[in-house]
């Protein structure tokens, strides 16, 4: 899924803010909330009152103005593999990711269907969906196509005097009128123009007894005697049925089911086990499986159903519980091991390390609702802050609910330290995404104008760790997550 079309822009305010704390991890307090300012103004990020905006123009194209702040106007406009489009509070979608089609139509799944069109994007018989429309050689029926008899690709042959046919898959010919085979072998066709009497009549579309009819008294329309051969119908794994001079399936024995739906019968073995669920099982044993899911890879989570994103802070591949280790080829989501500190102006490593892990770096409005929810809260936890939920400066305080600030940092206090990732259990969303506040900043796909969430080693958590906090990039604990 592509991000928003434009990139959020950086707020003055912002931007002030993330220099002041860079060079002293200090905040100046002039208001602490909106009920400290006058009139208009609000508590900016920055901690000032002021005015952010006084209309949508005044914001990033995908934000809105609400009582004079710009806030983020299509939380959670995302669609499965498409580019998602937000103007200043209208959620649409684009167009699908390549390999990526709508065939239903339907922008609440998004794109669902994988498929890149072939052969020009028309329908040939290739066992291909040439035109992605989820069928596959619709076009063409195997068992009476000529050009296709049983399998693509076979041709069935025309002797002398003769059209070629295709009955239930197996290849015949008729003679033309006024010719007959009335040596009944098919080397040389239709050999003869006049009707040789060859014995009883028998069901071969051959006047055998030359009485001017062809097959006279004989069913065609049984599973016992069907089609213009009168074979006998035999699908594996079912009943069968006659339908139209073809043999189908009527019903699949139990245990079967019929995913493609000819004389090939009841194809897949499969018993119901309930709803579909993430596993690569057709669990209801319709032909499909995850169908309507959106399933994430081991170390991700879905958020609101939406999009993927991993679970702990990105790591190296060998980091373990005491060192961060050295492979920088891909991010890795894992428990317990020191979370990957690309440091100041580490955006591109991250966005490479997504890359290569094949994902990539989350867009602001998936990092900001997987921190805030649904509900949009403060901190992922809930509204109000706790300073030993997550790892922040105040949760190894002596009293931290007293706070503890930033001259305990400076008289040498060592517990500030990032911890390894999973390490506070209740620093965690309803998605069951860890440490998105706290421990280290994390690195947004907006090119690198942002870090999000707070880090271990800065004052203020209080203000810092919050979801709607945005700060400018250079922070020496800057970390990251990724998204698919």
């Known amino acids: 899924m592509r991000g928003p079309l434009l990139r959020a822009r950086a707020h003055p305010p912002v931007v002030a803010v993330a220099i002041v704390l860079a060079a002293g991890c200090g905040v100046d307090r002039k208001c602490r909330s909106d009920e400290d300012c006058q009139g208009r103004e609000v508590c900016l990020p920055s901690g000032l009152c002021g005015i952010e905006c006084r209309g949508d123009d005044d914001c990033a194209i ?82 009476t196509d000529p050009a296709n008899c049983g399998e693509c690709g076979r041709i069935c042959p025309e ?33 003869s123009d006049v009707c040789i009497p060859s014995g009883d009549e028998v069901c071969d579309m051959i006047d055998n007894d030359c009485d001017g009819d062809v097959d006279e ?16 119908c035999n699908v594996p794994n079912a009943t069968p049925a006659c339908v139209a001079g073809q043999c189908e399936v009527d019903t699949c024995d139990e245990g079967w089911i019929d995913c493609v739906g000819t004389e090939i019968g009841c194809e897949r073995a499969c018993t119901p086990s309930g709803p579909e669920v993430c596993d690569g099982v057709d669990n209801d044993c319709d032909c499909l499986a995850d169908e309507g899911l959106l399933c994430c890879p081991e170390g991700m989570v879905t958020v609101a159903d939406m999009f ?12 373990t519980e005491d060192s961060p280790g050295t492979d920088g080829t891909l991010a890795v989501s894992q428990p317990d091991v020191l979370p990957w500190n690309t440091g100041s102006g580490g955006w591109h490593l991250a966005e490479a ?89 994390e690195w947004v796909g907006d090119d690198g104008a942002s870090i999000r969430g707070g880090a271990y080693n800065c004052g203020n958590s209080e203000l810092l760790h919050r979801c709607d906090f945005v700060s400018g990039p250079t922070r020496p604990a800057a970390g990251f997550r990724c998204c698919l």
């Not at 498929?115 to 063409?140: H, K, M, Q, R």
């Not at 993927?308 to 980091?319: H, I, K, L, N, P």
């Open 217 to 232: 008294g004989f069913e065609k329309d049984t599973p016992e005697s069907c089609g213009d051969y009168c074979i006998e």
């Open 308 to 319: 993927c994103m991993d679970v702990w802070e990105a790591s190296r591949a060998d980091a």
């Open 353 to 441: 390390a997504c890359l290569n892990a094949g994902k990539r770096l989350c867009t602001p409005d998936e990092w900001y609702l997987a921190c805030a929810g649904a509900a949009g809260l403060a901190y992922c936890y809930g509204d109000d802050y706790d300073p030993v939920i997550c790892n922040g400066i105040d949760a190894h305080c002596d009293d931290p609910y007293a706070g503890c600030g930033l001259e305990d940092h400076y008289a040498g206090n060592t517990h500030f330290i990032v911890e390894p990732t999973g390490s506070f259990e209740d620093c965690v969303n309803d998605w069951g995404i860890m440490d998105i506040n706290g421990n280290l900043w």
């Open 159 to 191: 002797p002398d005097h003769s059209t070629a046919t295709c009955d239930n898959s197996i290849c015949r010919y008729v003679c033309d009128d006024g010719w007959w085979d009335s040596n009944l072998l098919a080397d040389d066709g239709c050999e």
């Open 62 to 143: 995908t934000e809105t103005c609400r009582e004079s702040r710009c806030i983020a106007a299509c939380l959670g406009c995302s669609f499965p593999h498409a580019e998602d489009i937000c103007i200043h509070g209208d959620c649409s979608m684009g167009e699908c990711d390549d390999g990526w089609t709508d065939p239903n139509g339907e922008p609440g799944d998004g794109c669902e269907y994988a498929c890149t069109p072939s052969a020009g994007g028309v329908e040939i018989c290739d066992y291909a969906d040439n035109d992605c429309d989820t069928l596959v050689d619709e076009d063409f029926d195997v068992r």
